[in-house]
């Protein structure tokens, strides 16, 4: 039967032992080992800022490093909050993507600070 919940062979585990030791075989369900390295990396925004509607920073570096122009990456509550963000994405960017040059646009708009990314 081939139910998710079925037995199946870690294979991350197999792959990830020392080289010239056997691996010992472990069982995890199907649908465990198939949902293993599906998920893209991430790069956390800072917890002490509140970001709303974050973007996901390795998709945007993505999509801007294809296409170029410019994308929001979050909104945030006050001018600084959204000034301390910009400082920290531009730092993080700048070993993320050492190649390619970026830069910030704060707009203010219905009580909040829209931030976005822009490649130069």
């Not at 830069?103 to 600070?113: D, K, L, S, Y």
Request: aromatic residues 8%; proline residues 8%; contains cysteine.
């Amino acid at each position: 039967m081939n139910s998710d919940l079925g037995p199946s062979v870690d294979s991350y585990f197999v792959t990830k032992a020392k080289k010239g030791t056997p691996a010992p075989e472990r069982l995890a369900h199907r649908s465990c080992n198939t949902m293993k390295g599906k998920y893209e990396p991430q790069v956390a925004w800072p917890s002490h800022l509140i970001v709303g509607d974050p973007a996901p920073i390795f998709a945007t570096v993505d999509r801007l490093a294809r296409k170029g122009g410019r994308e929001a990456v979050g909104r945030f509550q006050t001018q600084s909050d959204a000034n301390e963000a910009s400082d920290w994405l531009i730092d993080r960017l700048s070993r993320l993507a050492p190649t390619m040059s970026f830069t910030t646009v704060i707009t203010p708009g219905g009580g909040q600070f829209l931030l976005a990314l822009k490649t130069i």
